[in-house]
């Protein structure tokens, strides 16, 4: 059973969000803090969030952390499908069912409310109805990108766009503190470990980035790697 529906680790969504600038007020955030069941949840790392194949009950937002969703294929692969930050909606399903497993990615604070309240309220509420399919249209905008940088860049070119793309969604000028695994972002973009490392030690070398270390990357030189990504 999903963390979040454990009542010892819950408490009603009354307290103050964590402060972010991706949490910003929107119809689908409001929708949160007026569910009839809304709940959040303070989770350890490696938390797992919901889980692929288990019924599509509650849709789940990140207050603060991060979050990572993946599909296990059938010959035992991992397929990393996005990393949620602060801000991010998970588990917004077409089906009845999750397509994928969302962990926690660090310490993270996590709400959540019922599908089925959600679907109520847009029933009724122009704006949050819109700002679902909104979120819809996004999101599968992301895989279409995602699947088009998978068929048609080398590794070079899929990592700067990774590291670009992060920093944009977190808002960071040039320096990343990145809370996945070097693994997590080689099954994320379609890579080895092994390249993934030696393609953060080529741009080093060519002095576009400073990998202090596997989670902190600055960026030096980001019109060279808009290039990249372009």
Not at 174 to 188: E, F, K, S, V
Request: proline letters at 2%; aromatic letters at 4%; glycine letters at 6%.
């Amino acid at each position: 059973m999903p963390a979040l529906l454990n009542p010892a680790e819950t408490q009603t969504l009354t307290a103050k969000p964590a402060a972010s600038a991706a949490l910003e007020r929107c119809e689908l955030c409001e929708a949160f803090a007026v569910a009839a069941s809304p709940v959040r949840a303070s989770l350890a790392a490696g938390v797992e969030v919901f889980r692929q194949g288990d019924r599509a009950g509650m849709v789940y937002r990140v207050l603060s952390g991060a979050a990572i969703s993946y599909r296990l294929l059938n010959d035992g692969r991992r397929q990393v499908t996005e990393f949620h930050v602060a801000g991010d909606f998970l588990g917004l399903e077409a089906g009845l069912e999750y397509r994928t497993t969302a962990d926690t990615l660090g310490a993270a604070t996590v709400a959540a409310v019922r599908r089925a309240d959600l679907a109520r309220l847009a029933a009724t509420d122009s704006g949050l109805a819109r700002a679902l399919w909104q979120m819809s249209v996004r999101a599968f905008q992301r895989s279409e990108d995602h699947a088009m940088i998978l068929a048609r860049q080398g590794a070079n070119e899929r990592v700067v766009a990774f590291l670009l793309d992060y920093a944009d969604r977190v808002g960071a000028a040039d320096i990343l503190d990145l809370p996945m695994t070097r693994q997590d972002m080689a099954d994320h973009l379609g890579l080895t470990i092994h390249t993934v490392s030696r393609t953060l030690s080529q741009l080093q070398t060519q002095g576009l980035i400073e990998a202090r270390s596997s989670r902190h990357v600055r960026l030096l030189r980001r019109d060279l790697l808009e290039r990249i990504r372009a």
